[in-house]
């Protein structure tokens, strides 16, 4: 069997049909390529969606298991998969037809490890339209590591490439599990191991936004727990960084800018995390005296060609200066709180 399609879902009766329509539209053998359903605990009607979905597609396969959560499902579907290769996508999003056929002939072609693609984001549920799928006249092949070091395109969400299952069985790659921001710590460690890539101009992926997504969740229960995940993933990425500062077989310098550019990226979004929720500053000063330790703050890599803006600048500049944001957080709570202001 070509490709595993592994889908995890939670809660998605009104999203999981949707998905797996456009999985079955990509110009593919139904014989070489198998999508596996994970219901990770759901309560509402996935349940019968999915049984539904299997009686209609004998290449479908359902998995039920308690909530254990999006990374642990993810390394439950990793195990199950019999394909040569592997993709992961989210339940409420979905796919251009015809997108991972075109993917699956480049890769053969080529003989990849890995594809990437471009994706759009919408609130459109309908765009699946393969008119996005252009004929490509040349493919530039690289290693994982001289993408990441090199191209704007890298991000850190795993469902924007197609990977060959055994780097990640070799290398015993697992999501971190019972966290948020899953996807990070395993990207940059996959893009390690892979020696032949390619990214393909294709904006094939529809990342559907919703307002009841796990980020946008707005209790305080939620947040905290999100909190302590950002934390999580910044020392990872700082154990990853030191990992390859002391490696000295080739030139990592450009691998390891990217990471602390994702690093500040968290700890920028961990801010705003900050004035949502009635947190003492005591303890906001101790995790952001832990992050100075390891240099991950202040932010040295967040403004940049991608975050240039006025806005992004003054922003950071009042994150950089704990001081003077600690006297602003009872305001600017407030001004939250009232809805005067909106956050990310």
């Not at 990640?168 to 996959?190: A, S």
């Not at 969740?217 to 990853?240: A, C, G, P, Q, V």
């Not at 600690?326 to 709570?333: A, E, F, V």
């Given at each position: 069997?070509?490709?595993?399609?592994i889908v995890p879902f939670f809660n998605a009766e009104?999203?999981?049909?949707?998905?797996?329509?456009?999985?079955?539209?990509?110009?593919?053998?139904?014989?070489?390529?198998?999508?596996?359903?994970?219901?990770?605990?759901?309560?509402?009607?996935?349940?019968?969606?999915?049984?539904?979905?299997?009686?209609?597609?004998?290449?479908?396969?359902?998995?039920?298991?308690?909530?254990?959560?999006?990374?642990?499902?993810?390394?439950?579907?990793?195990?199950?998969?019999?394909?040569?290769?592997?993709?992961?996508?989210?339940?409420?999003?979905?796919?251009?037809?015809?997108?991972?056929?075109?993917?699956?002939?480049?890769?053969?072609?080529?003989?990849?490890?890995?594809?990437?693609?471009?994706?759009?984001?919408?609130?459109?549920?309908?765009?699946?339209?393969?008119?996005?799928?252009?004929?490509?006249?040349?493919?530039?092949?690289?290693?994982?590591?001289?993408?990441?070091?090199?191209?704007?395109?890298?991000?850190?969400?795993?469902?924007?490439?197609?990977?060959?299952?055994?780097?990640?069985?070799?290398?015993?790659?697992?999501?971190?599990?019972?966290?948020?921001?899953?996807?990070?710590?395993?990207?940059?460690?996959?893009?390690?191991?892979?020696?032949?890539?390619?990214?393909?101009?294709?904006?094939?992926?529809?990342?559907?936004?919703?307002?009841?997504?796990?980020?946008?969740?707005?209790?305080?229960?939620?947040?905290?727990?999100?909190?302590?995940?950002?934390?999580?993933?910044?020392?990872?990425?700082?154990?990853?960084?030191?990992?390859?500062?002391?490696?000295?077989?080739?030139?990592?310098?450009?691998?390891?800018?990217?990471?602390?550019?994702?690093?500040?990226?968290?700890?920028?979004?961990?801010?705003?995390?900050?004035?949502?929720?009635?947190?003492?500053?005591?303890?906001?000063?101790?995790?952001?005296?832990?992050?100075?330790?390891?240099?991950?703050?202040?932010l040295k890599f967040f403004v940049g060609e991608e975050?240039?803006?006025?806005?992004?600048?003054?922003?950071?500049?009042?994150?950089?200066?704990?001081?003077?944001?600690?006297?602003?957080?009872?305001?600017?709570?407030?001004?939250?709180?009232?809805?005067?202001?909106?956050?990310?």
């Open positions: 069997m070509k490709l595993s399609i009104n999203h999981l049909e949707r998905c797996v329509n456009s999985l079955v539209n990509q110009d593919l053998d139904s014989n070489h390529f198998e999508i596996i359903l994970i219901n990770d605990g759901s309560t509402d009607q996935s349940k019968g969606v999915s049984e539904k979905l299997v009686k209609l597609y004998p290449n479908i396969v359902l998995h039920t298991h308690k909530n254990i959560g999006l990374g642990a499902s993810r390394n439950v579907g990793i195990q199950m998969a019999r394909g040569e290769y592997i993709y992961f996508i989210d339940a409420d999003d979905y796919l251009v037809f015809g997108l991972l056929g075109t993917v699956l002939k480049y890769i053969q072609e080529y003989e990849l490890d890995l594809v990437g693609f471009k994706y759009l984001s919408t609130t459109a549920l309908d765009l699946f339209d393969p008119e996005a799928i252009l004929s490509i006249e040349e493919v530039n092949v690289q290693s994982g590591i001289d993408f990441v070091a090199n191209s704007k395109s890298f991000v850190v969400m795993a469902w924007w490439y197609v990977m060959k299952k055994e780097h990640v069985i070799q290398n015993n790659l697992k999501f971190p599990e019972g966290r948020y921001l899953e996807d990070g710590p395993f990207t940059f460690r996959l893009f390690l191991q892979i020696k032949r890539m390619a990214f393909l101009p294709i904006d094939g992926y529809r990342y559907v936004k919703t307002p009841n997504s796990i980020m946008n969740k707005e209790s305080r229960r939620h947040i905290i727990k999100l909190i302590d995940d950002y934390k999580y993933l910044i020392d990872n990425f700082n154990t990853l960084k030191k990992d390859l500062l002391i490696r000295k077989d080739i030139d990592y310098s450009g691998f390891i800018k990217k990471i602390q550019f994702w690093s500040d990226v968290n700890v920028y979004m961990l801010f705003y995390r900050f004035i949502k929720v009635n947190l003492p500053v005591s303890k906001i000063n101790k995790i952001l005296n832990h992050f100075e330790k390891i240099k991950a703050y202040p975050n240039n803006s006025f806005k992004h600048k003054l922003i950071t500049s009042l994150f950089n200066n704990k001081y003077l944001f600690y006297i602003s957080l009872y305001p600017l709570r407030l001004l939250y709180k009232l809805r005067i202001i909106k956050l990310p």
